[in-house]
């Protein structure tokens, strides 16, 4: 079965930066579109960044543009979020999922058919 795994979450300062990784495995030769998303204790969850299959086209939510970086590397299954200049307000679980027909662009969370299982970011003094 398709799999999503998350890594990189941890504890960062205001201004600091983390990257995370999603990788993915289960679908032989094929990529799917990837969006980001993040949830804060008793917040929506919130869409923040999309990536088309080969890469070509990005989005970010207005909450994030200009800090965070999409991007990914097919080769090594994996996209990447970078985030920089980190405020208290970005800490939340981290969610990758994937987008089996290129519908997410939008990043409604139904549009996609594909979860991980999430990464704690911690932003705080």
């Known amino acids: 079965q398709f799999k999503l795994v998350e890594s990189g979450g941890g504890l960062a300062q205001p201004g600091g930066s983390l990257r995370l990784s999603c990788t993915a495995s289960g679908i032989a030769k094929a990529y799917y579109a990837i969006g980001w998303f993040r949830q804060a204790p008793g917040k929506e969850r919130e869409g923040i960044s999309y990536?088309?299959?080969?890469?070509?086209?990005?989005k970010y939510a207005d909450s994030v543009k200009g800090r965070f970086t999409i991007s990914r590397d097919n080769a090594k299954n994996t996209v990447y979020l970078q985030l920089n200049s980190l405020k208290p307000e970005d800490t939340g679980v981290y969610y990758c999922?994937?987008?089996?027909?290129?519908?997410?662009?939008?990043?409604?969370?139904?549009?996609?058919?594909?979860w991980g299982q999430g990464t704690q970011v911690t932003v705080s003094s």
């Open positions: 999922a994937a987008d089996r027909h290129a519908l997410g662009w939008n990043l409604q969370a139904g549009q996609f058919d594909y």
């Open positions: 990536i088309s299959s080969s890469g070509e086209r990005t």
